[in-house]
């Protein structure tokens, strides 16, 4: 069943659990994503990356996750992740998404601020949910190797209330300490800042970079109030792992269908490893 991303995390807060994320970059990670929320029977967010948009395939990569998210078993929500500029959005909407993310984390406060609202209004008028960062969520690579990101990229609590209030986003991505990619050290998350941004804002907040947090991390932003966790870089590790390990096995010689069944259960394996520590719950639409 398709699902916008307001309704997928309606009871988060409440039951205290989080949805997981997950990049949807090809069929494979796109089956095994939906497969490991059925047979869990949990909600999840199949994320489409924006890179997807750059090759020629891209529709029937979405129609596939679209045909697939509508038939699945559980709610799916089907999200543009890290939309960049407004044409992407609008293709993600034109391709099918429940949800886009717009991300103008990088701009100055006003420019994110004045485009997330058009894209509001544009995608609510679709009945699409909009997620949207203020302060920058960073890259592994631009990480010190102390372990924390610059801290000046860390969302501020007052800024993230006057943006909720003038864009309407349904959404929120914080910055907070974690980095997209593999992490570099000992991660030192700012859970005071989370717990007062929860505080002073409504709307439900999503973690970016998950990949290399620890199991208590996870559950501590949880119980602060994280309701959406993007995670992306373990899941493509373990899959691309399981298909090393058969191919190492037989010396190189042997046919991708002896390869793609480990590779795939290796990620539904991960994906189901992340409802578990996000203690994701049924959720039953109407
Ligand atoms: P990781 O690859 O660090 O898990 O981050 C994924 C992400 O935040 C996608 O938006």
Redesign the pocket.
């Known amino acids: 069943m398709l699902v916008t991303l307001n309704e997928i995390l309606k009871e988060t807060r409440e039951k205290k659990y989080a949805v997981g994320?997950f990049?949807a970059t090809d069929y494979l990670l796109g089956e095994a994503v939906i497969k490991a929320a059925e047979e869990a029977n949990v909600p999840v967010i199949m994320?489409v990356?924006t890179p997807a948009f750059k090759v020629k395939q891209t529709p029937y990569l979405m129609q596939f996750i679209l045909d697939r998210a509508r038939k699945a078993s559980v709610p799916v929500c089907m999200h543009l992740?890290?939309g960049k500029d407004f044409d992407i959005v609008m293709q993600a909407i034109h391709y099918g998404c429940s949800s886009v993310?717009f991300d103008g984390s990088l701009l100055p406060i006003e420019e994110n601020l004045e485009k997330t609202k058009e894209i509001v209004k544009i995608a609510h008028a679709c009945g699409v949910s909009v997620e949207a960062e203020i302060g920058h969520?960073p890259g592994?690579k631009n990480q010190p190797a102390t372990g924390a990101p610059d801290e000046s990229m860390y969302t501020d609590p007052e800024d993230a209330v006057m943006f909720v209030k003038e864009t309407g986003v349904d959404a929120l991505a914080v910055s907070i300490g974690?980095?997209?990619?593999?992490?570099v050290g000992e991660p030192k998350l700012d859970f005071d800042r989370l717990k007062k941004i929860r505080e002073m804002v409504d709307v439900p907040l999503v973690?970016?970079?998950?990949?290399?947090l620890p199991e208590e991390d996870f559950r501590k932003c949880i119980e602060l109030g994280i309701s959406k966790i993007?995670?992306?870089?373990?899941?493509?590790t373990a899959v691309s792992r399981a298909a090393y390990g058969v191919m190492k096995e037989k010396e190189g010689n042997i046919m991708w269908p002896d390869v793609s069944p480990t590779a795939e259960q290796a990620g539904i394996d991960a994906v189901k490893e992340q409802f578990r520590i996000f203690n994701t719950q049924p959720l039953h639409l109407n």
Do not use: I, K, Q, R
């Not at 973690?207 to 290399?212: A, C, F, P, Q």
């Open positions: 994320a990049n994320m990356p992740d890290h993310m969520v592994s974690t980095v997209h990619g593999a992490f973690l970016h970079g998950g990949s290399g993007n995670f992306f870089t373990e899941l493509a």
